[in-house]
């Protein structure tokens, strides 16, 4: 592999100066959702691995201080103050309000004045599609210093009486800080950025009668609440996640194993493990904390990151893949070299 290749043309790298993630307290059990639909702790983690999932206490915590707390936590794990930040990027579809965005809050709340400070929706997506984002203004000198978090609190858009969604999600918040380095072989030496919105019906959050999507008129949908088409999603998933690998590993020129660490999206155990098995990635180098934290949307790839690189479960030897889809549809992928 030829680091240097991939990544001529930039004048300077990027470093991950630190991580942190936040989840709430409450955890809501399988068993728990099984009073409430009809499902079971069986169906549950035959299907998808998760046994709990971490849930809010509404209106005390939420996105906002979920995100707040994980960026606080990455700001301490770098040994920095919000004030030396250019950039605050939140990835999220769970933000209290369309306007602010929940990035001009979280920089409001953490002396990051007058850093620029935006949003990205790409659901699932989100974190990665944040990182790249980041990665590529830093290599470019747009910025020298940004503050990344990927949250989602979808305990706020779930309708607890819908068994399609209530059993896979849970709320979560990961950040990261990434700043310039002089080697212009660190950072994400390789990334993509993709969407095919022709399947965005398999998974909204209709607002109003009118966005609710053809062929969905007779399911009882809650407005503001999640729709998803689980086995539509699960098809596209399976297939997308596989490719978004592969094609990572090829046009980086690595082999499966020169890959220090797997950062996969955490939205149903069996669809990581397919892409283990098929791609023969070394199972040991794949976390997967869905057991405990479900699927956290945005929130999910930064929970990971952190609980990863804090217990030392990251080979910083060797680059790291992280690689996440959502809906939209989305999927994004980045090669980082440590
Ligand atoms: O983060 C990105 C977004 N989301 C995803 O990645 C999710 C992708 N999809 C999935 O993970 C899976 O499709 C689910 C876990 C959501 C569902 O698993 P599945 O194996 O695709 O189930 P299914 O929808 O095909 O349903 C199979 C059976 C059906 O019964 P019949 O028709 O075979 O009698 C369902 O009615 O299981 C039934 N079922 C349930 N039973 C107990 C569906 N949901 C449940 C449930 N508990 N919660």
Redesign the pocket.
């Known amino acids: 592999m030829n680091h240097a290749a991939l990544t001529a043309g930039f004048a300077r790298g990027v470093r991950i100066a630190g991580t942190g993630s936040a989840v709430p307290d409450g955890i809501l059990t399988n068993d728990d959702l099984a009073r409430m ?4 702790d069986e ?2 983690q035959q ?2 691995g998760i046994k709990e999932r971490r849930i809010c206490d509404k209106p005390r915590e939420g996105t906002l201080t979920l995100s707040r707390l994980a960026v606080q936590r990455a700001l301490e794990d770098a040994g920095l103050d919000g004030s030396s930040l250019d950039l605050v990027i939140v990835a999220s579809v769970t933000g209290e309000m369309a306007c602010p965005s929940l990035a001009c809050r979280i920089a409001g709340e953490i002396g990051a004045t007058p850093a620029g400070a935006f949003d990205v929706v790409a ?2 997506s989100g974190f990665v599609y944040a990182m790249n984002l980041a990665d590529s203004l830093i290599r470019v000198g747009r910025a020298n210093r940004i503050a990344i978090v990927g949250c989602d609190c979808m305990s706020s858009i779930i309708d607890y009486d819908d ?2 969604v209530s ?2 999600f849970g709320d979560a918040a990961g950040s990261a800080i990434l700043e310039a380095d002089d080697d212009p072989t660190k950072g994400s030496i390789y990334q993509t950025m993709e969407a095919d919105g022709s399947g965005w019906q398999a ?1 909204y959050i209709p607002r109003r009668e009118n966005e609710i999507a053809p062929g969905d008129e007779e399911n009882p949908i809650r407005l503001g609440c999640l729709r ?1 088409n ?2 539509e ?2 098809k596209f ?1 399976v297939t997308r996640f596989q490719r978004a690998i592969k094609d990572g590993l090829e046009k980086s020129g690595l082999a499966p194993d020169e890959v220090g660490a797997y950062i996969c ?1 955490q ?2 155990a ?2 990581i493990e397919s892409a283990v098995e098929k791609l023969g990635l070394p199972s040991e180098k794949v976390f997967v904390n869905i057991d405990k934290f479900g ?1 956290s ?1 945005a929130g999910s790839v930064g929970l990971c990151l952190d609980q990863m690189r804090k217990s030392g479960r990251i080979d910083e030897s060797k680059p790291t893949m992280l690689v996440a ?3 939209g549809m989305t999927w994004a992928s980045s090669v980082w070299r440590h």
Request: charged share 15%; glycine share 10%; with cysteine.
């Open positions: 639909v009809d499902t079971s169906w549950i299907r998808t659901a699932c068994r399609s059993i896979l998974l998803m689980g086995r999603v699960y998933a999206h939205s149903n069996r669809i699927n949307s889809f959502g809906g």
